[in-house]
């Protein structure tokens, strides 16, 4: 999807290729020129190649030109031409477009985009409409069937049923080989419908939500477009692309997309029900992440004398850092570590939920004393929310203060201990959840701990702080 100020929306590193959620607007145009310097005389060119004329050729003064060849990118996108749909977000008051993205048709008036293509829409019917544009420029309304928000996907109805249509690639993920060719299409930054080679890399590690690595161009707009093998049968469906990288996109498999086309209604939903499906699936979207999150346990991490937990799950990555190298030199040195798992999932263009954090920071006084120290400890316990607070989702946040131990006196240290909440306005029993842990056993070294929950029942939270404070324990 796009927007008319042709921004990337950041989160983090990534950006869903087609919402108006702007964190961090890049935009470079790059033009790329080209000039061949063709200036030798006709007797060189007589002397070295003589003209000839053969079937399928033309002579003409003196030169001649080969037949055009057609390629398997033409070939696709001759064939995918008349399936493809742009869809436009707009005023339902003035009829202004908000944002735009692609979509692909896999029935006779049904059709596959992305939940973010359409996300205004479902969360504000009444501010909102959606129009569909072909590659013929027929245009129509249409509307949300269902959606699937923990896989970016949403199933729509257009108002005339069309001939032709996709057909999903029946071959499991697992048989797909690394570097085959895979085709992107959509319509990029609203300049027409194109189409994108690029190679099939493997699943995305490290990542929660299953994508499959697409080494193409996918640009904003052609969210919710196809990507297709070189027979034209649909691998995946558009979704993001990173900011941080050359070429490095992401598809959603389309076994998702054929999960949600046999499992949706056929009859639109009342648009007002639409936000109530979003909170029921967003809620058991999380009840399942922060189940596997507490069942994939926690593994020792040593800092100084401590042991702290960090998440065996293999969709968290963890970076470390260090103020060793500041000038001038720190009166503390601080090693940290921060993990956060790839678990985020779209709502809204200024909501992204799922994420955990966790870290841990080795604080030791190179000349500060006891009371210097802990004063300087007491600044690193601040509340550090992974997004802003923002009145529109959440209620303010609330903390409590206590001194307690994290595990048995004879394993671990006293710590203290700061919980702080705030809850969804629109998701009921869903909070934001921070837990940090200040060790209180020595003068001059301290660990400061912390575990962020985004969008976690209260229950799951209480046990993964649980969890969290068993492991800080003291090196053995």
């Known amino acids: 999807m796009t ?49 000839t004329t053969s079937p399928g050729t033309q002579q003409s003064t003196g030169m001649t030109r080969a037949a055009p060849v057609s390629s398997t990118a033409e070939r696709i996108f001759e064939a995918a031409r008349g399936k493809l749909l742009q869809i436009r977000t707009e005023l339902a008051a003035s009829g202004r477009q908000t944002t735009l993205g692609s979509a692909f048709l896999v029935a006779g008036d049904l059709a596959i985009t992305n939940y973010h293509v359409v996300s205004q829409y479902v969360l ?21 069937l269902g959606f699937d928000i923990a896989n970016d996907l949403a199933l729509v109805k257009i108002d005339r049923a069309q001939p032709e249509h996709f057909v999903f690639d029946p071959r499991k993920l697992e048989d797909l080989i690394k570097g085959e060719q895979l085709y992107a299409m959509g319509n990029p930054l609203d300049i027409g419908f194109a189409i994108v080679e690029g190679t099939y890399n493997g699943m995305v590690e490290r990542s929660y939500t299953p994508h499959i690595h697409f080494s193409g161009a996918v640009n904003p707009g052609m969210s919710g477009g196809p990507a297709v093998a070189r027979n034209g049968d649909v691998v995946g469906i558009n979704v993001a692309t990173r900011l941080d990288g050359e070429l490095v996109s992401f598809l959603v498999p389309a076994q998702y997309a054929v999960a949600l086309l046999a499992h949706a209604p056929r009859d639109p939903p009342k648009p007002e ?10 809620a058991a979207r999380q009840t399942e992440l922060y189940a596997r999150l507490e069942a994939a346990g926690l593994q020792a991490a040593a800092f100084g004398p401590y042991v702290a937990g960090e998440s065996k799950a293999d969709w968290f990555t963890c970076w470390g850092q260090t103020n060793a190298e500041q000038v001038p030199k720190p009166r503390a040195m601080v090693e940290s570590t921060n993990c956060s798992s790839e678990s985020d999932i779209f709502v809204a263009g200024d909501l992204s939920v799922g994420r955990v954090f966790v870290t841990h920071s080795y604080i030791r006084s190179v000349d500060l004393n006891a009371f210097q120290f802990a004063t300087y400890v007491a600044r690193q316990n601040g509340l550090q929310w992974p997004a802003r607070w923002r009145e529109k989702w959440y209620t303010p946040p609330r903390c409590t203060q206590d001194f307690i131990r994290a595990a048995p006196a004879d394993i671990g240290p006293p710590v203290e201990a700061i919980w702080c909440a705030r809850a969804y306005k629109d998701f009921p029993d869903l909070y934001d959840v921070a837990l940090t842990t200040i060790t209180q056993d020595r003068n001059r070294e301290a660990l400061v701990s912390r575990l962020s929950l985004q969008a976690v029942t209260y229950e799951a939270a209480r046990s993964l702080a649980k969890q969290f404070l068993a492991a800080l324990q003291w090196q053995k």
């Open 3 to 51: 927007t008319g100020k042709h921004t990337l929306a950041s989160s983090g590193v990534s950006a869903m290729i087609g919402c108006n959620m702007v964190l961090a607007p890049r935009f470079v145009l790059v033009l790329l020129f080209a000039v061949a310097m063709l200036c030798r005389g006709t007797n060189a060119i007589a002397q070295n190649n003589q003209p």
């Open 124 to 144: 504000e019917p009444n501010l909102y409409r959606l129009e569909y544009f072909t590659a013929a420029n027929n245009h129509g309304s249409l509307q949300v």
């Open 273 to 282: 029900t639409l936000r109530a499906e979003l909170g029921r699936q967003l």
